[in-house]
């Protein structure tokens, strides 16, 4: 059983900022082992990978349409991970789902999961309007 908690989704005008959080409970009682990381579903758009990042505040991997915007971090102690998200665009837009996944600490591997691997949040919205 993996439960997540995310918050900090909303709508922003173009060139705001925004920073998600995302707590997760895991059956092991620790989400230390896993790699986190963060998708987003875009309308008319297969759901792509945003960010990841490693064990124990390890390397982070970047989609490119948001490196040098956006920056993925974790609490380990508190089992959380956020994304700060800023000069946002309005095609930035959409459901942001927090994941957690085994991945031997590798975060590019965050990115390019498929839905039915890992353990996925039930998502928050982001609306940039222009």
């Known amino acids: 059983q993996v439960n997540f908690i995310e918050s900090g989704g909303g709508s922003v005008p173009a060139g705001g900022s925004l920073r998600l959080s995302c707590v997760v409970s895991?059956?092991?009682?620790?989400?230390?082992?896993?790699?986190m990381g963060w998708f987003r579903q875009i309308p008319g758009h297969e759901r792509e990978g945003v960010a990841g990042?490693?064990?124990?505040?390890?390397?982070?991997s970047y989609a490119d349409s948001v490196k040098g915007r956006f920056t993925i971090s974790r609490d380990s102690a508190n089992d959380m991970v956020y994304l700060q998200m800023n000069s946002l665009k309005p095609e930035d837009s959409g459901i942001y789902y927090c994941?957690?996944?085994?991945?031997?600490?590798?975060?590019?591997?965050?990115?390019?999961?498929?839905?039915?691997?890992?353990?996925w949040g039930q998502g928050t919205q982001v609306t940039v309007s222009s």
């Open positions: 994941v957690i996944v085994l991945c031997a600490g590798d975060p590019d591997y965050v990115l390019t999961i498929a839905p039915d691997t890992g353990y």
């Open positions: 895991t059956y092991l009682g620790t989400a230390s082992g896993f790699c």
């Open positions: 990042i490693g064990t124990d505040d390890g390397p982070t």
